[in-house]
Every structure is written in structure tokens, then in C-alpha cells.
């Protein structure tokens, strides 16, 4: 156990221009999957978001660079009405996965980090943020499929609607309590 470097027992990784950075602990248990959600579509300005979870405890953030939201509302004409069955069409209503506190770096723009719940919670890493992507676990599946912009022909099961997203995201979780 002497001859680990601190490189070989954490997995890095960044917002695109490295001004935020993160350390995940070497084998702890992570979760990964596809968020269509329309509060994610407009964090990440992507169709879908790949997105891999950890317990807060797991991660160290230096996050100096960048600024967090929550936002409750999308911009004005965003969702199209999309996941909006009553008010404002614009707010979404059923359509947010979590109420994640979303990260952006001041400096490159780009989606960084998001968590929610503090040191006990979890936090969401834009997939491609790692350093090393054979580090991360598989894709398991879509969530809130029913907002996707486009069609997706992998065989991963997908969870169109609110109850059954929310229930997969409690069931990845409960994973990331086993003991190995
Ligand atoms: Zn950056
Ligand atoms: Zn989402």
C-alpha cells in the first residue's frame, strides 16, 4: 500500500477549462445514467445529459471558479410547454429530476457539478467531466424519457414519467449504500 501515488487513488476530474476540479475516492460505488430532463437540457445545453452520481462523501470539490443555481423556473419559452400540464408553461413543473444546485464555471461557461443535500447528500458529475472515462461505471438508463429531443436506440430501459424516473434515481442510490 506504500507504493500508491495520490494520481492512482482518486479519480479526477474537471470543467472543460480546469479551473474547477474534483477528486472522487479510488473504489467507491458509483451510478450513471441519462438525464432527459428539461431543467438538465437547459444546464447543459444537450439533448440528454450523462450524468454519473456519488455520496458527497466520496468527493472532494474545489469549486473557487464557479457559481451555483437552483433555478426554479426555465427561461422564458425553454419548455415549450413540454412537462407543464398546469400554469406556466415555462416552469416545468413536472419536468426537473432533482433539485440539484447546479454548477457553472465563471471562467470556460461549461456545466461543472451539481449536488444537492449537502455532506450527506450526493453529487451529480457531468460524465464527461471525468478525466478518465474508463473509470466510470456503464450507463444503467434514461430517466424522464417521455422530454427527450431525440429518440434513442440503445437497449438501456428507459422511465418516461415523474414516478418511475424518481423511483430509479432512489433505486441507484440505495446501490451507492451497499458495502462492496
Ligand atoms: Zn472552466
Ligand atoms: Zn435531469
Not at 441519462?34 to 445545453?45: D, N, R, S, V
Not at 415555462?90 to 464555471?105: E, I, P, Q, S, V
Not at 429518440?151 to 418511475?164: E, G, I
Amino acid at each position: 500500500m506504500t507504493t500508491n501515488s495520490t494520481a492512482a487513488t482518486v479519480t479526477r476530474g474537471s470543467c472543460t477549462c480546469g479551473a474547477n476540479t474534483f477528486e472522487v475516492k479510488a473504489g467507491v460505488p458509483m451510478q450513471r445514467f441519462y438525464c432527459h430532463c428539461l431543467y438538465c437540457q437547459q444546464f447543459m445545453g444537450k439533448p440528454a445529459t450523462d450524468v454519473t452520481f456519488v455520496r458527497a462523501k466520496n468527493i472532494v470539490i474545489h469549486a473557487e471558479h464557479a457559481t451555483f443555481n437552483n433555478p426554479k423556473v426555465l427561461p422564458p419559452g425553454f419548455a415549450h410547454g413540454r412537462g407543464s400540464r398546469f400554469g406556466n408553461p415555462d416552469k416545468g413543473r413536472f419536468a426537473k429530476c432533482a433539485r440539484l444546485n447546479r454548477g457553472r464555471c465563471d471562467e470556460c461557461g461549461q456545466p461543472f457539478i451539481e449536488t444537492i443535500g449537502g455532506s450527506a447528500g450526493m453529487v451529480f458529475i457531468p460524465s464527461g467531466n471525468f478525466e478518465h472515462q474508463d473509470a466510470l461505471p456503464p450507463v444503467q438508463r434514461h430517466i424522464y424519457y417521455r422530454l427527450r429531443v431525440q429518440n434513442v436506440t440503445d437497449d438501456l430501459p428507459k422511465h418516461h414519467y415523474f414516478a418511475s424516473s424518481q423511483f430509479a434515481i432512489y433505486r441507484m442510490i440505495s446501490r451507492l449504500f451497499r458495502r462492496p
